[in-house]
């Protein structure tokens, strides 16, 4: 569960569209340069080759525009400009930039078009990734933007988490997502990425919050969260959001696992128990000899004696050795449920295929004892101590019933 993966950067792009037709119009603006009509003309034509896909026949008809020395200052800028959309188009980005910075070094466009060149201009180089260029044009654009719209901070964000400044990655994402009411989810893993890389996490925490508010089912940032508290130390609130993603049916096997394995180390035993018995019965955790032996310890510390019972007894009805049984009858014992225990060992060494029937004689001898049934304590004992780990202790225990018997007969 990688916390720090970098977010999804698709929606990052170009202003999409042939930009001449609105950079030169067909009704020149007042405050503007006239443009003579022979170049406005080819420029004209070269954006008609562009669009259809005749790129080199408008790049020849460009680059031979631009070399002609009788262009005005305003000419030129406009030809470079012109030519810099084609290469753009073409994904020759270091080209269009070439073209874009001939453009604005002549100072020849009018402010508002020279302002938008520079954004143009910034967005192409980032395009190339030269990242620090293109967030120092970037800045120059916002320096002199009136209102700079939520998309181009979040443009600008971007570049700042290429270039690993994440404090000003973080400042611009923020104001694009207070500034824009509808909701971008790259833009929240952008946010998260700022946050994680600043160690800031509460406030990824609170991030992935929003971000799982809106889209409940993407497991991955349960995920993100569960690793942000344990990074926190936070470990309840860790657990907890795995078990909120487990309620939603997102965790596989081991995942519900980890789950409960979080609970029982947190000292909580009783969800641990809850979530492993759900997903027993929803068959999201195999219903193994394993997983239900683990769900008895989690009732077991729970103190919750009965329901460990009852796993026990479905268990000792299906498996093919005692040792459910035996199990069952050890539980019984601590428990002081002497008669009921003895008929479990009894019940278990009828099954056979005991690990230690040594120590099943063993309890057995004792919850027959405790049961007042000496004879069959006696019988339990005799057979223990034909085992060599219990045999001693066996020998003690029948010397001692035959102790008892002689007192009683006495």
Same mark, same amino acid.
């Given at each position: 569960?990688?916390?720090?993966?970098?977010?999804?950067?698709?929606?990052?792009?170009?202003?999409?569209?042939?930009?001449?037709?609105?950079?030169?119009?067909?009704?020149?603006?007042?405050?503007?340069?006239?443009?003579?009509?022979?170049?406005?003309?080819?420029?004209?034509?070269?954006?008609?080759?562009?669009?259809?896909?005749?790129?080199?026949?408008?790049?020849?008809?460009?680059?031979?525009?631009?070399?002609?020395?009788?262009?005005?200052?305003?000419?030129?800028?406009?030809?470079?400009?012109?030519?810099?959309?084609?290469?753009?188009?073409?994904?020759?980005?270091?080209?269009?930039?070439?073209?874009?910075?001939?453009?604005?070094?002549?100072?020849?466009?009018?402010?508002?078009?020279?302002?938008?060149?520079?954004?143009?201009?910034?967005?192409?180089?980032?395009?190339?990734?030269?990242?620090?260029?293109?967030?120092?044009?970037?800045?120059?654009?916002?320096?002199?933007?009136?209102?700079?719209?939520?998309?181009?901070?979040?443009?600008?964000?971007?570049?700042?988490?290429?270039?690993?400044?994440?404090?000003?990655?973080?400042?611009?994402?923020?104001?694009?997502?207070?500034?824009?009411?509808?909701?971008?989810?790259?833009?929240?893993?952008?946010?998260?990425?700022?946050?994680?890389?600043?160690?800031?996490?509460?406030?990824?925490?609170?991030?992935?919050?929003?971000?799982?508010?809106?889209?409940?089912?993407?497991?991955?940032?349960?995920?993100?969260?569960?690793?942000?508290?344990?990074?926190?130390?936070?470990?309840?609130?860790?657990?907890?959001?795995?078990?909120?993603?487990?309620?939603?049916?997102?965790?596989?096997?081991?995942?519900?696992?980890?789950?409960?394995?979080?609970?029982?180390?947190?000292?909580?035993?009783?969800?641990?128990?809850?979530?492993?018995?759900?997903?027993?019965?929803?068959?999201?955790?195999?219903?193994?000899?394993?997983?239900?032996?683990?769900?008895?310890?989690?009732? @077991?510390?729970?103190? +919750? *004696?009965?329901?460990?019972?009852?796993?026990?007894? #479905? =268990? &000792?009805? !299906?498996?093919?050795? $005692?040792?459910?049984?035996?199990?069952?009858?050890?539980?019984?014992?601590?428990?002081?449920?002497?008669?009921?225990?003895?008929?479990?060992?009894?019940?278990?060494?009828?099954?056979?295929?005991?690990?230690?029937?040594?120590?099943?004689?063993?309890? @057995?001898?004792?919850? +027959? *004892?405790?049961?007042?049934?000496?004879?069959?304590? #006696? =019988? &339990?004992? !005799?057979?223990?101590? $034909?085992?060599?780990?219990?045999?001693?202790?066996?020998?003690?225990?029948?010397?001692?019933?035959?102790?008892?018997?002689?007192?009683?007969?006495?």
């Amino acid at each position: 569960m990688d916390s720090r993966k970098r977010p999804d950067t698709r929606w990052l792009g170009l202003l999409g569209g042939w930009l001449v037709m609105c950079l030169l119009g067909v009704e020149a603006r007042a405050s503007e340069p006239e443009l003579s009509k022979d170049v406005y003309d080819q420029l004209v034509q070269a954006q008609e080759l562009s669009q259809q896909e005749q790129h080199q026949q408008a790049l020849n008809q460009l680059q031979a525009l631009a070399r002609n020395p009788e262009l005005s200052p305003y000419e030129a800028a406009l030809t470079h400009q012109t030519l810099g959309h084609v290469y753009a188009g073409l994904n020759r980005f270091d080209q269009a930039i070439e073209a874009f910075q001939a453009s604005l070094a002549g100072q020849a466009l009018p402010p508002e078009r020279a302002h938008n060149l520079r954004y143009n201009l910034g967005q192409i180089m980032i395009a190339a990734e030269r990242y620090e260029e293109g967030a120092q044009m970037l800045e120059t654009w916002l320096a002199d933007e009136a209102e700079p719209t939520p998309r181009s901070r979040a443009v600008l964000a971007q570049v700042y988490s290429q270039l690993k400044r994440h404090a000003e990655a973080e400042q611009h994402i923020r104001l694009a997502i207070n500034q824009d009411t509808s909701f971008h989810e790259e833009w929240y893993q952008l946010l998260l990425f700022a946050s994680l890389e600043q160690q800031k996490l509460s406030q990824a925490a609170d991030v992935l919050h929003q971000l799982l508010n809106r889209l409940p089912r993407k497991k991955n940032y349960w995920l993100q969260l569960s690793q942000v508290y344990m990074q926190a130390e936070q470990q309840e609130r860790a657990a907890s959001a795995l078990a909120l993603a487990h309620a939603l049916g997102l965790l596989e096997e081991q995942e519900v696992l980890y789950v409960v394995q979080s609970y029982l180390q947190l000292g909580l035993p009783y969800k641990a128990a809850e979530i492993l018995d759900e997903g027993l019965a929803s068959q999201a955790v195999a219903n193994t000899e394993t997983h239900r032996e683990l769900l008895v310890t989690c009732w @077991l510390h729970a103190k +919750e *004696y009965q329901r460990a019972l009852d796993v026990l007894e #479905q =268990e &000792a009805q !299906t498996a093919s050795s $005692g040792k459910a049984h035996i199990r069952r009858a050890e539980l019984l014992a601590e428990m002081e449920r002497w008669p009921e225990a003895a008929a479990a060992i009894a019940a278990g060494v009828a099954r056979g295929e005991l690990t230690d029937a040594g120590k099943a004689y063993m309890l @057995l001898g004792i919850a +027959e *004892y405790r049961s007042d049934k000496l004879d069959e304590s #006696q =019988e &339990a004992f !005799t057979k223990a101590a $034909g085992y060599q780990p219990v045999a001693r202790q066996a020998r003690q225990w029948l010397t001692f019933i035959a102790q008892e018997k002689s007192k009683q007969s006495s």
